[in-house]
Each structure stands twice: as C-alpha cells, then as structure tokens.
C-alpha cells in the first residue's frame, strides 16, 4: 500500500492554516509589544512565551480528550473545526485593540483556542497513515505548513508589517484568517475522519499483523524500560533544539529590523522555500538511512547555520543570509519530518493523541523559556546580538541526546511485502 498523497494533502489543510496563524503571530506580536506599547524585550519575550505556558497543560490535555471523543465526523474534526473558527474571530479582535491590558485578554482567548485543536489536528495524520509511511505523510503535512507560512510572509510584504514603527495590523490580519477560513472550509469538504481511520486500522491489522499489540502484552502494555529511555531522549532533543529555533523564530523580526536592516518577510520566505525543496527527499532518506541518523544530520545543518549567522552585519552582502536561513530551512524539514513520527511510532493506536500531547509538551515547554531567557540576555547585553550564539549552543546539544536514542524507527518491512501493497487506496 502507497501513502495515500491525496489523502494526506487534504489532512494537512488543518495543519497549513495552523501554520497560517503561527507565521502571522510571530511576525506581528512582538512588534506590536514594541511599537504600540513600548515593553523592553524581557516583558515581550514574556508576553510571547504565553502561548507556550498555555500548551504545556492544554496540548496534552485536549491530545488526551480527543483521543476519549467519539462522534459521527470523527475524533479530531469537531477540535478542528471548532477551535479554528474561535482563533479567527477573536485574532481579527485583537486587530482592532488599541489597550494593553485587554490586548492581553483577547491575545489569551486566542492562544486558548489554538491550543485546544493543535494536537488533534497533528494526531490526525497518523491516525490515517500506516506507522511505515508516517515520516512521508509527516514531510507532506509539514509541507503544507509551510505554504501556508509562506503565503502569510508573502501578505506580510504585501501589507508592508516590516516597516520601521508599525503598529496597525487590522487589514493583514483579516487577510491571514481569510486565508485560515478558506483552509478550513477545503477540509470540512473532503476530509472524511472516521472512514479514514478505519481503514488504517484495518490495512494495519490485514498487511502488516498486530505486532504492536504483541510486543505491548510482553510489558504489561506500556513500554519497555529501553524504549522509555529512547521516547524520554527524543523529548528532550526535541526540546534543547526549540529552545534554539524559537528563539530565532521569535526575535527574528526585530533582529533583522535593528541589526542587520534586512526585510525579515523576504529571508523567512527564503527558507521556507528551501524547506519546501527539502520535505520529500528528506522523507525518502529517512526511509533508507533511518529517523534518527537523518535527524541527528539536520541537528548538525541547524547548528552551523545559526553559528554562521553570528558574523553576519548590516554590511554584510544581503544574499549571505538567505544563504544561511535556506540551510536552516532544509535543516528544520530535515528534523521536523522525522521526530514527530518517532515519538508516535511508541504508541499504540488508542494513544496516538497523548503521545502527541507529550511531543508538544517537551516543545512548547522549551517555548516557555526561551523567549523571556533570550529576551533577558539582550536587555543585559543591550544588544540583539546574543541570538545566534544562544540558537547555537541549544542546537548543538541536541546532537548529544540524540545520539543516544535506540527507538523510534519506522521498522522496514520486506521488500516483496512492500512491492504487494504498491496500491493506492481511495
């Protein structure tokens, strides 16, 4: 049995307008903090890092629930649907305020909303994919998340949210979650949950044997201590390397802004691009090489890129730093594609949320820290310029923990076997 492309491009339009909304977030907020209401770079790493509290309980909370809901359009779909279309309504509210402490409020009742459907939204792909064919189906969701990314950078531009000062946003934001509903509304059309997830399980059971249940019976159906040990390391890789993309991610815009007076819309659409090239041979050499080797390579790409970056200036050539993010934006494909699937890889079909609850608990929880720590080292500093050599050293240890993880691979299957299943099913 091939991955099921169309399938799998139709699930990920609830992780491309997910995409939509982080791109706008991250591109927007702090410099609203900024220019609107002037906080120093500790308080609007803090205020930025509130997304990331909220998922720390929220994430797990509503990965666990969904995985417990049992309605006629699915498990997941009703969280989709729901949480979306309350992100939407209350985000074009956040345009349009204009006082601190509700500005606050109404950021919080997004974030809320958003958290309560990333999780189902992300467990739904291996939900309908068979554990073989996850890293390809994980490369194609994160390739959608990156177009919609890309499509937000590219209204970022159009609506000119680089500009030096800035601090009306109302207009770009409803073109985002236009963008977002128009997502949403291709996904209720086509994607049919329950008879999806039905025949995983089924072609699961019928091409591949229930081997997962049969080695959970040999531990009292949990893990064993070694596989523990493997899920406990990929979460804490997936953490060390967060604490050093978020911070880039999240400080970015300002960064371009005052230190390298670069269009930071332009470089991050760069690598996205470069992301974009990378998803399917990445997936492909996953297949042929396993997660964690191919993981542990991008860790190294990631790591050199943001080194590099630290000796770029303002009188640097320009393409120098698409250089350098197209690297990272290869490199954060290389890693994306394969860890999430890794960790699902250790759980059983009824617990595929939770795990996917723990995942974004090890990187939210790195979320939670890294834009208030970044935030303190540049107000001591006085500078932006402490970023990269930070994104560096977090990256960089992640290589260590890494290397170290022994579960978590697709197990390949025998070539006559997989020849035999070279159907693709409606």
Same mark, same amino acid.
């Given at each position: 049995?091939?991955?099921?492309? &169309?399938?799998?491009?139709?699930?990920?339009?609830?992780?491309?307008?997910?995409?939509?909304?982080?791109?706008?977030?991250?591109?927007?907020?702090?410099?609203?903090?900024?220019?609107?209401?002037?906080?120093?770079?500790?308080?609007?790493?803090?205020?930025?890092?509130?997304?990331?509290?909220?998922?720390?309980?929220?994430?797990?909370?509503?990965?666990?629930?969904?995985?417990?809901?049992?309605?006629?359009?699915?498990?997941?779909?009703?969280?989709?649907?729901?949480?979306?279309?309350?992100?939407?309504?209350?985000?074009?509210?956040?345009?349009?305020?204009?006082?601190?402490?509700?500005?606050?409020?109404?950021?919080?009742? #997004?974030?809320?909303?958003?958290?309560?459907?990333?999780?189902?939204?992300?467990?739904?792909?291996?939900?309908? #994919?068979? $554990?073989?064919?996850?890293?390809?189906?994980?490369?194609?969701?994160?390739?959608?998340?990156?177009?919609?990314?890309?499509?937000?950078?590219?209204?970022?531009?159009?609506?000119?949210?680089?500009?030096?000062?800035?601090?009306?946003?109302?207009?770009?934001?409803?073109?985002?979650?236009?963008?977002?509903?128009?997502?949403?509304?291709?996904?209720?059309?086509?994607?049919?949950?329950?008879?999806?997830?039905?025949?995983?399980?089924?072609?699961?059971?019928?091409?591949?044997?229930?081997?997962?249940?049969?080695?959970?019976?040999?531990?009292?159906?949990?893990?064993?201590?070694?596989? &523990?040990?493997?899920?406990?390391?990929?979460?804490?890789?997936?953490?060390?390397?967060?604490?050093?993309?978020?911070?880039?991610?999240?400080?970015?815009?300002?960064?371009?802004?005052?230190?390298?007076?670069?269009?930071?819309?332009?470089?991050?659409?760069?690598?996205?691009?470069?992301?974009?090239?990378?998803?399917?041979?990445?997936?492909?050499?996953?297949? $042929?090489?396993?997660?964690?080797?191919?993981?542990?390579?991008?860790?190294?790409?990631?790591?050199?890129?943001?080194?590099?970056?630290?000796?770029?200036?303002?009188?640097?050539?320009?393409?120098?730093?698409?250089?350098?993010?197209?690297?990272?934006?290869?490199?954060?494909? #290389?890693?994306?594609?394969?860890?999430?699937?890794?960790?699902?890889?250790?759980?059983?079909?009824?617990?595929?949320?939770?795990?996917?609850?723990?995942?974004?608990?090890?990187?939210?929880?790195?979320?939670?820290? #890294?834009?208030?720590?970044?935030?303190?080292?540049?107000?001591?500093?006085?500078?932006?310029?402490?970023?990269?050599?930070?994104?560096?050293?977090?990256?960089?240890?992640?290589?260590?923990?890494?290397?170290?993880?022994?579960?978590?691979?697709? $197990?390949?299957?025998?070539?006559?076997?997989?020849?035999?299943?070279?159907?693709?099913?409606?």
């Amino acid at each position: 049995m091939k991955l099921n492309y &169309k399938r799998t491009i139709l699930v990920g339009f609830a992780f491309f307008l997910i995409q939509c909304f982080w791109s706008a977030y991250d591109a927007i907020i702090p410099i609203i903090l900024k220019n609107k209401y002037g906080m120093s770079e500790t308080a609007n790493g803090f205020i930025m890092s509130l997304d990331n509290i909220l998922a720390l309980f929220m994430l797990p909370l509503f990965g666990s629930i969904s995985d417990k809901v049992n309605t006629r359009f699915g498990r997941r779909t009703p969280f989709i649907v729901g949480g979306t279309i309350l992100a939407v309504i209350f985000f074009n509210i956040l345009g349009l305020v204009d006082v601190l402490w509700l500005f606050i409020l109404v950021l919080l009742l #997004t974030l809320i909303s958003m958290a309560t459907f990333r999780s189902p939204a992300v467990a739904l792909m291996p939900d309908v #994919t068979c $554990k073989p064919h996850r890293s390809k189906a994980n490369a194609i969701i994160n390739l959608m998340g990156t177009i919609g990314a890309m499509i937000v950078l590219g209204l970022g531009i159009v609506f000119k949210t680089s500009e030096v000062g800035k601090t009306e946003f109302s207009d770009y934001i409803l073109a985002v979650t236009s963008v977002m509903l128009l997502a949403l509304i291709i996904f209720i059309l086509t994607v049919r949950e329950p008879k999806w997830a039905q025949e995983m399980q089924e072609n699961t059971v019928k091409y591949f044997g229930d081997k997962e249940a049969e080695e959970r019976e040999i531990h009292g159906g949990g893990l064993s201590p070694e596989q &523990k040990r493997s899920l406990i390391l990929i979460l804490v890789s997936v953490a060390l390397w967060f604490i050093g993309y978020n911070a880039v991610i999240s400080k970015y815009s300002l960064y371009a802004t005052h230190v390298i007076k670069q269009d930071f819309n332009l470089t991050l659409i760069i690598a996205q691009g470069a992301a974009i090239i990378a998803y399917f041979p990445v997936g492909f050499i996953a297949s $042929k090489v396993g997660r964690r080797k191919t993981i542990l390579a991008g860790v190294i790409m990631l790591t050199a890129a943001f080194f590099m970056a630290i000796f770029i200036t303002e009188h640097s050539p320009v393409y120098l730093m698409y250089i350098l993010f197209s690297l990272a934006g290869i490199a954060w494909a #290389t890693i994306n594609v394969n860890s999430f699937p890794m960790v699902v890889e250790l759980a059983k079909g009824s617990d595929v949320g939770k795990y996917t609850g723990y995942y974004y608990t090890a990187s939210m929880a790195a979320q939670v820290v #890294t834009p208030t720590l970044v935030g303190i080292i540049m107000d001591i500093a006085n500078s932006y310029r402490p970023l990269f050599p930070y994104a560096t050293i977090f990256v960089g240890l992640a290589f260590v923990t890494m290397f170290f993880v022994r579960h978590g691979d697709a $197990k390949p299957q025998p070539k006559g076997l997989l020849e035999s299943l070279d159907v693709d099913v409606d």
